[in-house]
């Protein structure tokens, strides 16, 4: 069973920056998927970015395009976000998850393994 940690969301102002951090446990992750999905409330659970378990290639939401970057350590078995010029419509609680999926990787349902959450809140 692989278990996602979250750490790193907190309050910041409009321009600013956050990084994100995942740290499976239970096992190595380097062979998963990882991605990052968030939620504002009364939205749907939506597509953030999400990095390949073997080549490491990355792929982002047109919203984040540019702004934000997936990256792993295979090393320390952690996954970031780095959130950099950040817009109040980024408030969300943001999900780290994992796949053994090879395909359809920005669909939620491929993911089975999810973290609790961290909240990542934009001021104007």
């Known amino acids: 069973q692989v278990q996602l940690v979250e750490s790193g969301g907190g309050l910041v102002q409009a321009g600013g920056s956050l990084r994100l951090s995942c740290a499976p446990s239970g096992r190595t992750f380097s062979s998963y998927a990882m991605a990052w999905f968030r939620q504002a409330p009364g939205k749907e659970r939506e597509f953030v970015a999400r990095?390949?378990?073997?080549?490491?290639?990355?792929y982002y939401a047109d919203s984040v395009r540019g702004r934000f970057t997936i990256s792993k350590d295979n090393a320390k078995n952690t996954v970031y976000l780095q959130m950099n010029s950040l817009k109040p419509e980024d408030t969300a609680v943001y999900y780290c998850?994992?796949?053994?999926?090879?395909?359809?990787?920005?669909?939620?349902?491929?993911?089975?393994?999810w973290g609790q959450g961290t909240q990542v809140t934009v001021s104007s």
């Open positions: 998850a994992a796949t053994l999926a090879r395909s359809l990787l920005t669909a939620a349902s491929v993911y089975p393994y």
């Open positions: 990095i390949s378990g073997s080549a490491g290639n990355s």
